[in-house]
């Protein structure tokens, strides 16, 4: 584990854009699903490759795993039907399911392992879906951040139809014995993005050092605007994030007979590179600039004992700028970065949360900042991992750079030296907060009475200052 920072003298002026993630808040980080009325089967468009949509890029209807808890706690046994989950009320637990041939999966969504039904067959039997089974949906139109339900009632309708009640499962009903340990990057494919800001471009970058398969692209988002500040002014900013999310699951229920599972994990990693640019004349503010570039959301689907265990990651880009004074700046700045969140659990000693600060790398600059004041740049990530549509841990991860400027300065790391009237101070820093929801019950793990708050990371290093008057 390290921090680093380029030491170059143009470190001076620079800004940090603040990166990504997903509301920290509970209710914004929880999915807006149907609470009212069964959702249809109808498929939404797909998001990856269109930016204004936040729909999950499901176009048909993968087939759900039906599986039968073991009382002796070895995995759940597949039963060897397959369904589809056409629609489902989260609220009320009612669920439409499809059975026989016509449940077989025509398309998968996007995912990071085989989207396999164990014993899946092209034929089924009316009683195809029995009370007291589970069923494991990967994402479908109805359930775009998957399911895992226990059936607890089923009227049979007309056609390979099914009615059924159900109540929310629990993973260790489903894995029971099993011990699973994953560290996954999502595809960037996969990943929906809704545009917070005009204009907001869109594609996919060659991972740097290559990469196979779902791994091998970057998810780039390109943003140019204008936002306006207090007395009228405005600032212009340009920015360009390129992203490598990952999620981390495993699960240990090889103790389940004595006492509970015996530990469990989900975290969340994100390495990122930044460029921004911007050009502004600010007034001292306590409340430093936020804009919102994008939210993103996926739901990579990972096999475990041949069953679907979906985890839904969130993440929510901010670029962030602010002053405790008059300062005129324009500056060019990049950002590398790896970090990391995740939540573990041990028997005996229950749930812990744990941040990694990873690296940080500071690049070159090129800026001209005139004033006497403090300026903060940074890129800001919002981010929260769960299961199942339940979420689990949320944090905030904020890479930023303070420089302190008295006059004027003027940087160039291309080769030119700084040209410095006053004196200039640059102080990189890292600050990474959050908190485990008590709702991750969705493991099967002993409850907590309330949230656990992550323990606040916060570390600051000096970059090269000058004072001097050519």
Not at 405 to 433: C, F, Q, R, Y
Request: with cysteine.
């Amino acid at each position: 584990m390290s921090i680093r920072s380029r030491a170059l003298p143009a470190l001076a002026a620079t800004l940090l854009l603040a990166a990504t993630g997903c509301a920290a808040s509970a209710p914004a980080a929880e999915p807006a699903l149907a609470a009212a009325a069964l959702t249809t089967e109808t498929a939404p468009a797909p998001a990856a490759t269109a930016p204004s949509s936040t729909e999950p890029a499901v176009t048909t209807t993968p087939a759900a795993a039906v599986a039968t808890p073991a009382a002796s706690g070895k995995p759940a046994a597949g039963t060897g039907k397959a369904v589809a989950l056409l629609a489902y009320d989260p609220a009320s637990g009612r669920a439409t399911l499809r059975t026989g041939a016509a449940a077989k999966p025509t398309g998968t969504p996007r995912s990071t392992g085989p989207s396999h039904t164990p014993g899946a067959s092209a034929t089924a039997a009316p009683d195809t879906v029995r009370t007291g089974q589970l069923i494991a949906s990967p994402p479908t139109p109805a359930a775009p951040r998957g399911a895992l339900v226990a059936v607890t009632g089923v009227q049979k309708t007309e056609g390979d139809r099914v009615e059924v009640t159900t109540r929310p499962a629990e993973v260790a009903e489903l894995l029971g014995a099993t011990a699973t340990e994953q560290h996954t990057a999502i595809d960037a494919h996969g990943i929906r993005v809704q545009p917070l800001v005009k204009d907001l471009k869109v594609g996919f970058t060659a991972r740097p050092g290559g990469g196979n398969g779902t791994a091998s692209a970057q998810l780039s988002l390109d943003a140019s605007t204008s936002v306006p500040l207090p007395g009228g002014a405005k600032a212009d900013l340009a920015a360009g994030i390129r992203l490598d999310p990952s999620v981390d699951f495993s699960y240990d229920g090889r103790g389940i007979l004595k006492g509970g599972i015996e530990k469990a994990r989900v975290g969340f990693g994100l390495g990122a590179h930044a460029d921004w640019k911007v050009s502004a004349t600010l007034a001292a503010n306590p409340t430093p600039l936020r804009v919102p570039l994008a939210k993103l959301s996926a739901s990579p689907v990972l096999t475990v004992a041949g069953f679907p265990v979906v985890v839904n990651l969130d993440l929510t880009c901010y670029l962030t700028v602010g002053a405790d004074g008059k300062l005129t700046v324009e500056a060019e700045q990049n950002l590398d970065g790896a970090w990391s969140v995740h939540a573990d659990y041990a028997k005996g000693k229950g749930w812990t949360t744990t941040a990694d600060p990873g690296t940080t790398t500071v690049g070159p600059v090129r800026a001209r900042l005139s004033g006497n004041a403090a300026l903060r740049t940074g890129l800001t990530a919002e981010a929260s991992v769960g299961l199942y549509n339940t979420v689990g841990v949320a944090a905030g991860i904020e890479p930023y750079l303070r420089t302190q400027v008295a006059g004027s300065v003027t940087l160039d790391t291309t080769g030119k030296p700084p040209h410095v009237e006053g004196s200039w101070t640059n102080t990189a820093g890292l600050d990474i907060n959050g908190r485990l929801y008590a709702q991750i019950k969705i493991l099967g793990t002993p409850l907590f009475k309330a949230d656990l708050p992550l323990p606040a990371f916060h570390r600051e290093w000096p970059l090269p200052s000058l004072s001097t008057t050519r």
